[in-house]
């Protein structure tokens, strides 16, 4: 292999690429945040970040990962005692219920395992046994970035209101926004949690919960402390109320240039429209390597999600993969989160490829040519004709 001199290249699945732009319209010194330029700049984010969601409704920020997402939408909704139902298909739907129930919450979760989406049956029958309303809350994720399914939204609140249960309706699009389409108020979503480091194509560091009327009149039955309380963020007065203090200033002119490119220049149906092409020829180039070296961990194409791609291997090839592209090529594949504990000898048969946020052809065929490459320069079996298989995939967006 030839000396690598290129900076690495992430394609795990979060956080993502971050494009140049972004990069450069966060190099500046600081602004003022009492007044001028930055004040006026955020005030444009709020509606671009509703679109991204497809919400008319309310929408508060925090600095936070993904996980201050989840407590935030939590701390806002249910307290001490009260129940929440949590769908779980994978490692992420499993954190959600965990962190609830450190809260004091009583948590109940169905278990769909982790190659299967969430069965809107069970739900509909769960909730049926529950006429009293016990059940506060039911959570879910979009997709669970750890089995690669995606779950039915649009049935699962189906399942809901044929059960006739007024449970508030979450979901978590950590990994799905702007990657997966996601129609928050046309879905009946009450509230839906994301962070800017996958999707929205920004560095780690800020979360953002939307919510709609129903969510704010949970609020009012429970009491957030003041820094998760979204009240205050979603209707300051004062622009530092927005951050409960300090502006994520830079945070945020990066996320700016990043909504450009998805709202202003691109649009969500296109946005959408690319990650469902570009992960097809993903899957195409699993398909074309073939059953013997690695198969898909979510079997039916309709289940999978746009943002990432959760892979089974032969014995040990995932590993070799992973070390080979990290070391040789600089590229980084994902680890297969939450299939084996990562001393188990089977923790080297899973790996991930994320496509989420910044992904165009040059990359996309890049990382699976590189993993193509990986295959052959450690003489792993595979079938040929894998990147053809993508770009023709491609070739026809
Ligand atoms: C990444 C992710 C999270 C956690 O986000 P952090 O920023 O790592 O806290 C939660 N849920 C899903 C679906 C994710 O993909």
Redesign the pocket.
């Known amino acids: 292999m030839v000396p690598c001199h290129s900076p690495s290249l992430l394609a795990i699945?979060?956080p993502s690429v971050i494009p140049e732009r972004v990069l450069r319209a966060m190099h500046r010194a600081s602004p003022n945040i009492y007044h001028g330029e930055l004040i006026e700049m955020v005030d444009t984010l709020w509606p671009d970040l509703k679109a991204v969601a497809r919400t008319k409704h309310s929408l508060a920020l925090y600095i936070a990962?993904?996980?201050?997402?989840?407590e935030a939408a939590l701390a806002n909704t249910v307290g001490p005692g009260d129940a929440i139902l949590v769908l779980v298909t994978g490692r992420?739907g499993q954190?959600?219920a965990d962190m609830a129930r450190r809260m004091g919450v009583e948590v109940e979760t169905i278990d769909f395992g982790k190659r299967s989406d969430a069965d809107p049956q069970r739900l509909e029958e769960r909730l049926r046994q529950d006429g009293a309303g016990t059940i506060k809350a039911v959570l879910t994720?979009?997709?669970?970035?750890a089995s690669s399914v995606i779950n039915d939204v649009v049935a699962l609140r189906k399942a809901i209101d044929a059960a006739g249960h007024d449970a508030l309706f979450m979901v978590?699009?950590?990994?799905?926004l702007a990657c997966d389409r996601f129609e928050m108020d046309d879905w009946g979503v009450d509230v839906m949690v994301s962070?800017c480091?996958?999707g929205l194509m920004t560095p780690?560091g800020m979360?953002f919960v939307w919510f709609n009327d129903r969510a704010a009149t949970a609020r009012e039955r429970v009491s957030p402390s003041q820094y998760w309380d979204w009240r205050d963020r979603s209707q300051a007065q004062i622009f530092y109320q927005k951050f409960a203090g300090t502006a994520p200033t830079h945070h945020l002119y990066g996320l700016r240039e990043a909504l450009d490119m998805l709202i202003k220049e691109e649009g969500m149906e296109v946005c959408w429209a690319r990650h469902g092409r570009i992960a097809k020829a993903v899957w195409a180039a699993v398909d074309a390597w073939g059953e013997d070296c690695m198969h898909h961990n979510i079997t039916d194409p309709t289940k999978r999600s746009a943002a990432v791609s959760a892979i089974t291997t032969a014995p040990g090839v995932a590993g070799k993969l992973r070390a080979w592209c990290e070391a040789e090529a600089g590229l980084t594949l994902g680890i297969g989160l939450g299939m084996a504990e990562p001393d188990a000898p089977d923790y080297a048969n899973y790996f991930r490829i994320g496509h989420m946020g910044h992904q165009h052809p040059p990359m996309t065929l890049g990382v699976l040519a590189t993993i193509d490459l990986a295959l052959k320069a450690q003489g792993i079996g595979h079938g040929n004709g894998a990147v053809e298989a993508a770009a023709t995939v491609l070739a026809e967006f």
């Open positions: 699945p979060g990962n993904g996980h201050g997402a989840w992420f954190g959600w994720v979009q997709t669970d970035t978590d699009c950590i990994a799905s962070a480091q996958k780690a979360a």
